[in-house]
């Protein structure tokens, strides 16, 4: 019996969801990778199904990231903010081209005092949302050393970035129009995708996280079928296209660490 819940019909993505804007996005492509598409259609997606994906959620407080979880999550707003303390973490369950996906979503503290505490939680994460509050620009600024202090716990080279402004609602269209500009050069410059959104009105929420979903559950096939092309039985026999026995196992080199 399967210990995670199971898919809501409001969690179903059967094709990629695009970006927020052309200009700062991960990938411009308007589908799933060829090669992802083929391996869920032949069930190849080997353990992906099965594993939980962790991404976290760091920026400024009262930037808005546990209300802009919460309007995902649960469907709610509270304009009552209260901080959070340390870190939080909601699970939501996806299915991805009818193949299950899960995301853990952490919430991480923005106050000075419990970073040390939150940023022991960064280490694992897949993808990191960093968080700004469109309305004020001194956050916008503030996120390099949130997104610094995240990838010292992580592999920059598998990472999915995004850049998240929040607060949409909030900005005059002159004021947004500026800082959109501001923080489509810093999207660029972090190598991330940029999204705006508002937790109180859900504008953008959900394709944010869609988004988000789709693009960690691609970088799993693809990582998957890169390890199966070269291993098979969970790396117990290899297979060598310069082998005459194809299903032979390989000897074990001897260590020098001894030596």
Known sequence: MSVLPPVRRDRVIAQLPQPFSKDAALHTKDGFHSKVKTACQEHRTGTVGFKISKVI?????????????????????????????????????????????????WDTAGQERFKCIASTYYRGAQAIIVVFDVTDVASLDHTRQWLEDALKENDPTHILLFLVGTKKDLSSPAQYSQIEEDA????????????????????NVRELFFRVASLTFEANVLAELEKSGSRRVGDIVRISSNSGNLYATPKKSKSSCCK
């Open 57 to 105: 959620v760091v920026g400024d407080l009262a930037v808005g990231k546990t209300c802009l979880i919460n309007r995902f999550c649960k469907d709610t707003f509270d304009k009552n903010y209260k901080a959070t303390i340390g870190v939080d973490f909601e699970m939501e369950r996806f299915e991805v081209l009818g193949v299950p996906f899960s995301l853990q979503l």
């Open 184 to 203: 489509i050069k810093m999207a660029e410059e972090m190598k991330a995708e940029y999204w705006a959104v508002s937790a109180l009105s859900g504008e």
